[in-house]
């Protein structure tokens, strides 16, 4: 396992750089106080299709797990280890991250397709197409339909 960071190295064109942004976005910079392995990041960015907001986000999900699974401790009241609360911060600093990406994108991230009227009305007119069978004969009564609807 590896640690390595280059504050000189923050690109999203290289993989070396996708890790050196990774480790920024998370806060993981300090070699005296490591959170992530290289080989963890890389495998986030695999995942995310070298997204380095989504790898960075879920990156920060693991961080918050890690220490979601250690207990609060109090010594004597004088030394005291409160990982719950740091459990809580790399959890809304995924949510920050995520927003982060958002931003970034320019956007809400989705896109959403329909089809046109023009595109409707060229389909309706084009005679070599076969007519769907739901459609035949939809309004033969429509008479009958406005009797009883009222309409």
Known sequence: MAFTYDPSDLDTSTSSGRLNTVRLLVGDTDSTDVQTQNEEIQFALSQHSDNVYSASEFICKIISAKYSRLVTTQLDGALSSNYSDLAKQYGSLASSIKQMGVDARGGIGLSAGGISISDMVAVEINTD??????????????????QIWGY
């Open 129 to 146: 197409r076969v007519k769907p069978a739901f459609k035949i004969g939809q309004f033969d009564n429509a008479s009958l339909y406005d």
